[in-house]
């Protein structure tokens, strides 16, 4: 074999390996996914068309009329979250990490208002997400002297009777008086200390069946509860804050 038909050789070679690379990649796109779809398992189900332990994947559509409840579990990991009807989407469960991705944090620094993540921050009006009814947390951040506190509903401003409570000098956390104003989910209050301006502020209180933090965090992402995810996301464990 002269060297003109081993270099000829050698080139068919090279073509027909490069077409079966060609072959075998496009075969493996075909038929190989580029990532596997995560999955799910149905824990709890109101919905006719869903069972408990039922697997479903991300591409899945789920509908879940008015009022149905479906909580899922990512497999693999304790990731819980519910959808509720009316519900018409994929088989999606937003995690911390994918909040956390997507928030945009407000210009207001974190350091200007309260510590604890379930606080009403006496300068700020706004969306606020409570945990519950009964020991909702006031705070303010001058504590230099003492003052009066009014609360009304905005609803009943000029005919309802004022929550009366007393800060204490040096006194920055103050507990609202539920027996002298009874909390109600997205009610909207005007909070006033001694003449100052007005606070008003919307109360959304956490459902009792929102258990997991994906879970809380999503809700208290479509209440507004802006300052207090910006808090949350500041924090480097924001899992104990929603313990």
């Known amino acids: 074999m002269n060297h003109f038909s081993f270099q000829y050789l050698i080139l068919i ?5 490069r077409k079966s690379a060609f072959i075998l990649f496009g075969f493996s796109l075909g038929l190989s996914p580029v990532y596997a779809a995560v999955e799910y398992e149905v824990v709890l189900s109101t919905s006719e068309n869903y069972r408990i332990k039922q697997k479903l994947d991300e591409h899945q559509d789920i509908h879940l009329r008015h009022g149905e409840k479906l909580r899922l579990k990512k497999l693999g990991v304790a990731e819980y979250c519910t959808l509720k009807g009316i519900y018409q989407g994929k088989a999606t469960c937003p995690t911390l990490a994918s909040h956390l991705k997507t928030w945009v944090p407000s210009q207001r620094s974190t350091a ?6 379930w606080a009403i921050n006496m300068e700020q009006d706004g969306d606020v997400c409570v945990r519950n009814t009964e020991k909702v947390l006031l705070w303010r951040r001058d504590d230099s002297q003492a003052q009066r506190l009014s609360i009304r509903p905005k609803s009943s401003l000029t005919t309802a009777t004022p929550a009366p409570l007393v800060w204490r000098y040096g006194q920055q956390r103050l507990y609202w008086q539920a027996q002298y104003l009874p909390i109600q989910d997205k009610q909207s209050y005007l909070l006033q200390m001694d003449s100052k301006r007005y606070v008003a502020v919307t109360l959304h209180v ?12 999503s809700w208290m992402v479509k209440q507004g509860c802006k300052s207090q995810i910006d808090l949350l996301f500041s924090s480097k464990e924001p899992l104990k804050w929603l313990e």
């Open 13 to 17: 070679v090279l073509r027909v390996l």
């Open 112 to 117: 200007q208002g309260p510590t604890e993540l």
């Open 206 to 217: 956490l459902p009792e069946d929102l258990k997991s933090g994906s879970d809380i965090v």
